[in-house]
């Protein structure tokens, strides 16, 4: 008996030293973060800051990769049938939740597809026009777009996606049709603002407040309930339109059966990044604020989210298919 119970006590120890030794070692080799949007728009530059810093903590390289297509369901669908190893993120922002509500079809459900890490930032957007447009702020751009119906257009970064949901939030109040015009990307959605292919813009403030100071585009509202210290001056477009209010949220995601010691590890090093010093300043630069929270609340989040736009999904018939 007494060399049964040795037995069983070594036997035990050496499974917890392996449990620990497979725990300890992760990660052993470049984590992919797949970011399914092209560059230039808000989740690549979030991403992208965001990445190297967590590297630097976590002590492997985090390699961005832009699996891009179809308002983002491409990449996310990619990384939901991923290995659930801790290898493969995705960093995703509000079509992570809106596709579900406006594509009759997609491969993969939100709420149970993914392992939630952490919701790492948020940032307003911002509504501008190209100078060539005669509206010095919200009142006049409403004004103009009533008066001159289905002549407007504003770009979009794909179904659903941040710019398409701040426009038809505004459209739904201000009761205007500002057409959308669908583009690849925040970035692409950006640059025809920019030269003035289209005349009216919804971008997210991170990666576009140059073109605002350079004169390029003219900012008339940010999308939050006050003003953004990287837009000095921009009212919120709220004081005109009471109930407007967006935010972009940047939440990150492995897929789901990742072992919850795995999501430790990541969340760990993914808000300390987010809450550094160093990343606090860059957001600040970029109008982006930090968050960091816990899987746990990623995972309420997601679905206040779901409940949330399916109002105005609704109301706007907003469908992609």
Known sequence: MRINVTAALVLGLMACT?????????????????????????????????GPIAATSIGQQIIMENRVGASGIIGTGFVAQSKPDG?????????????????????????????????????PSFVSVHPSVPAKNVKELIALAKSRPGTLNYGGAGTGTNPHIAGE?????????????????????????????VGVSFSGIAGATGFVKSGRLRALGVTSLKESPALPG????????????????????????????????????????????????????????????????????????????????????????
């Open 18 to 50: 392996q449990a620990h030794a497979q725990t300890g070692k992760y990660p052993d080799r470049p984590v992919r973060m797949v970011i399914p949007f092209p560059p230039g728009g808000t989740v690549d530059v979030v991403g992208r800051l965001v």
């Open 87 to 123: 290898y493969t993120l995705l960093i995703n922002t509000t079509p992570l939740v809106t596709n579900t509500l406006m594509f009759s079809k997609v491969p993969y459900d939100v709420l149970t597809d993914f392992a939630p890490i952490s919701l790492l930032a948020s940032t």
């Open 169 to 197: 939030l505004f459209n739904f109040l201000a009761k205007t049709e500002i057409a959308v015009v669908q583009y690849k990307g925040g970035g692409p959605a950006l640059t025809a603002a920019i030269s003035g292919e």
């Open 234 to 321: 921009v009212p919120p477009i709220a004081n005109v339109l009471p109930g407007y209010e967006f935010s972009a949220w940047f939440a990150l995601v492995a897929p789901k059966g990742t072992p919850r010691d795995i999501v430790n590890v990541l969340n760990q090093h993914f808000v300390k990044a987010a809450k550094s010093q160093e990343l606090a300043r860059r957001f600040a630069d970029e109008g982006i604020d930090s968050i960091g929270g816990t899987p746990e609340q990623l995972a309420t989040f997601l679905e206040s989210e779901l409940k949330k736009f399916a109002r105005v999904i609704k109301e706007r018939k907003m469908k992609a298919d």
